[in-house]
C-alpha cells in the first residue's frame, strides 16, 4: 500500500471505509477499472496492504476532527464482506463509542453485492444486523442469466451466486428495517422489475446514479 492510499475518504459529508481491493465480482460498470483505482481525487489502491481494524479507527478519528459526518460507510474499491471480521470489529467498535458519548451518533452502513454468506459459507445477515444501521446491496438485475453478465461472478460463485445473493437479502431484511436493493441507471436493467423483487424480499429500492 502507497503512503497516499486511503483507507478513509470523504464523498458528498459521509466517510467511507476502503477495507480491500478484493472482490468476488467483476462488474463491467465497475469504476475501479476506469479510473486507475483513483476516485474523486483519492488513490484507492491498497497495493494487498490491507488495513487493520486499529488503523482504520485512527483514521476515522483523524477525520471526523475535520467536520460533520452524516454517515459511515463500508465502501472502497472491494466487497468489504472479504473483510468481514475486520468489518464487525470497526463497526462495533465505533457503536461502543458512540454509546460512551466518546464519538457522535453517526449512522453507519455496508455497501455490498450480497455474496458473503456464499463467501464465508454460513449466514453473516445476523452479525451484520447487530453492528450496522443499514445495508445497501447491489443486485443489478432481476433475472440471473442477466446478473451473471453484468457481475462476472468468479467461477467459484457462479452457479449459486444469485439465489445466494437474493438469500442474503431476505434474510438480513428479516432481521433489521433499513435494507436496500440497487441497480445502476442507464445500463438497460428493468428497474420496475427489480423493485418488485425488492419489495418481496423485504427490502427497500433504490436507483443509482450511473458514474460514467
Known amino acids: 500500500m502507497k503512503d497516499n492510499a486511503k483507507i478513509v475518504y470523504r464523498f458528498q459529508n459521509n466517510l467511507y471505509i476502503n477495507l480491500t ?14 479510473f486507475s483505482m483513483v476516485f474523486n481525487g483519492y488513490n484507492l489502491n491498497l497495493e494487498g496492504r490491507e488495513p487493520s481494524a486499529e488503523e482504520v479507527l485512527e483514521e476515522i478519528c483523524k477525520q471526523t476532527k475535520e467536520g460533520r459526518v452524516g454517515q459511515i460507510v463500508f465502501c472502497g474499491y472491494g466487497e468489504p464482506t472479504m473483510r468481514l471480521n475486520v468489518l464487525l470489529k470497526v463497526a462495533s467498535a465505533l457503536k461502543a463509542k458512540m454509546a460512551a458519548g466518546e464519538y457522535p451518533k453517526t449512522p453507519i452502513r455496508l455497501n455490498t453485492l450480497g455474496l458473503g454468506n456464499l463467501v464465508h ?16 446491496i447491489s443486485i443489478n438485475s432481476p433475472k440471473e442469466e442477466e446478473w451473471l453478465s453484468i457481475v462476472c461472478p468468479l467461477p467459484q460463485y457462479k452457479e449459486r451466486g444469485y439465489k445466494s445473493v437474493l438469500e442474503f437479502i431476505k434474510l438480513l431484511a428479516s432481521k ?5 436493493v440497487t441497480i445502476v441507471d442507464k445500463q438497460g436493467i428493468d428497474a420496475e422489475k427489480t423493485k418488485e423483487l425488492a419489495l418481496s424480499l423485504g427490502a427497500k429500492f433504490r436507483l443509482r446514479e450511473f458514474i460514467s
Open 21 to 34: 481491493n478484493r472482490c468476488p465480482n467483476a462488474c463491467v460498470f465497475c469504476i475501479k477499472t476506469k
Open 121 to 136: 459459507g454460513r449466514d453473516i445477515t445476523g452479525d451484520l444486523a447487530k453492528t450496522l444501521d443499514s445495508v445497501s
Open 176 to 180: 433489521m428495517e433499513d435494507v436496500t
